[in-house]
């Protein structure tokens, strides 16, 4: 069982920055891929950013529209995930949520809460 707990959300202006926080408890999240994710009103949730973890290193991706202006990473001390958005568009007005995907006993993906972000123009 692992529990997110997602924060940093809020109203910020076109071209702001803001940093999304998620923190993970129970199992050792940082041993296993997670993700960032956004809903935006009337649309499907879509990816924005995922880590996968490697024992070289961490392989971090992200979707197009937010490459150059994000950035995600985590502290596998403090079981917290963030993600940096900077350059914010009015587009990127969502709910933003975290997960994790746990392998096993078999393959559950536990999600946040999710956090609002409204970018204004």
């Known amino acids: 069982q692992v529990r997110l707990v997602e924060s940093g959300g809020g109203l910020v202006q076109a071209e702001d920055s803001l940093r999304l926080t998620c923190v993970a408890s129970g199992r050792r999240a940082s041993n296993y891929d997670m993700a960032w994710y956004r809903q935006a009103p009337g649309k499907e949730r879509e990816i924005v950013a995922s880590i996968r973890f490697s024992f070289r290193g961490d392989i971090i991706s992200y979707t197009d529209s937010v490459k150059g202006r994000f950035t995600s990473s985590r502290d596998s001390a403090k079981h917290t995930m963030y993600l940096q958005m900077s350059r914010l568009k009015p587009e990127g007005t969502a709910i933003y949520y975290c997960?994790?995907?746990?392998?096993?006993?078999?393959?559950?993906?536990?999600w946040s809460q999710g956090t609002q972000v409204t970018v204004s123009a």
């Open positions: 997960n994790v995907v746990v392998p096993d006993p078999g393959r559950t993906i536990y």
